[in-house]
């Protein structure tokens, strides 16, 4: 069963700075495209970012290209969104996702199968 756990959210002014962990177990990991999703109030799931399998891929929404960063490290079985730069606007609260097929990256939710609770990230200005 696939679980994943996210941590690293929380309060920040605007232009600080955030990292979030996804610790992910159940499946081999280094077989599976890991993305972060964010859902603000009132408002649909969204895409931020995602990264495949070996970590040689990233795509990024154009809302946080050059503030956000996606990596992994699969012998952590982990992957990581640093954010920087950030804005009242990315409150939300972020989600990790799983692709459900091996080696295949999207960037839509239908593609992801396993997801985390979520942590809030609340950006005051």
């Known amino acids: 069963q696939v679980q994943l756990v996210e941590s690293g959210g929380g309060l920040v002014q605007a232009g600080g700075s955030l990292r979030l962990s996804c610790a992910a177990s159940?499946?081999?990991?280094?077989?599976?495209?890991m993305g972060w999703f964010r859902q603000a109030p009132g408002q649909e799931r969204e895409f931020v970012a995602t990264?495949?399998?070996?970590?040689?891929?990233?795509y990024y929404a154009d809302s946080v290209k050059g503030r956000f960063t996606i990596s992994r490290d699969n012998a952590k079985n982990t992957v990581y969104l640093q954010m920087v730069g950030l804005k009242p606007e990315d409150t939300a609260v972020y989600y990790c996702?799983?692709?459900?097929?091996?080696?295949?990256?999207?960037?839509?939710?239908?593609?992801?199968?396993?997801w985390g609770q979520g942590t809030q990230v609340t950006v005051s200005s």
């Open positions: 996702a799983q692709e459900t097929a091996a080696w295949a990256i999207g960037k839509t939710l239908n593609e992801y199968g396993y």
């Open positions: 159940g499946r081999r990991f280094r077989d599976y495209a």
């Open positions: 990264i495949s399998w070996g970590g040689t891929t990233t």
